[in-house]
Nanobody, 117 residues
Framework: AQLVESGGGLVQAGGSLRLSCVGS???????????MAWYRQAPGKQRELVAT???????TYADSVKGRFTISRDNSRKTIYLRMKNLIIEDTGVYYC?????????WGQGTQVTVSS
């Protein structure tokens, strides 16, 4: 995979996790122009957009995660992060990293996040 996620796991409600997504196969000139995003898919539901960070650093969040999740990118490491705090059961799902440009669209294999009560 062009993008590799890590950092998922099992956590109790109210806990925190940090997800990472590395584009290690990209050269910097390919990674830096990409607009990056995190998506998630809960069991039986459609994949939904969680957060985005553009190639210029502009950030957006889904309403459901505002104030709890923080997306960031480190171009020198070809990595984006998703810091998640105050996790709730509804945050459970497979989290996918996405990178897209004018002609390309890349996805990772996903990392499972499970929030227990």
């Amino acid at each position: 995979a062009q993008l590799v996620e890590s950092g998922g796991g099992l956590v109790q409600a109210g806990g925190s996790l940090r997800l990472s997504c590395v584009g290690s196969r990209f050269i910097t000139s390919v990674f830096n122009p990409l607009h990056m995003a995190w998506y998630r898919q809960a069991p039986g539901k459609q994949r939904e957009l969680v957060a985005t960070v553009s190639n210029s650093g502009e950030i957006t969040y889904a309403d459901s995660v505002k104030g709890r999740f923080t997306i960031s990118r480190d171009n020198s490491r070809k990595t984006i992060y998703l810091r998640m705090k105050n996790l709730i059961i509804e945050d459970t799902g497979v989290y996918y990293c996405n990178g897209h440009g004018s002609r390309d669209d890349y996805w990772g294999q996903g990392t499972q996040v499970t929030v227990s009560s």
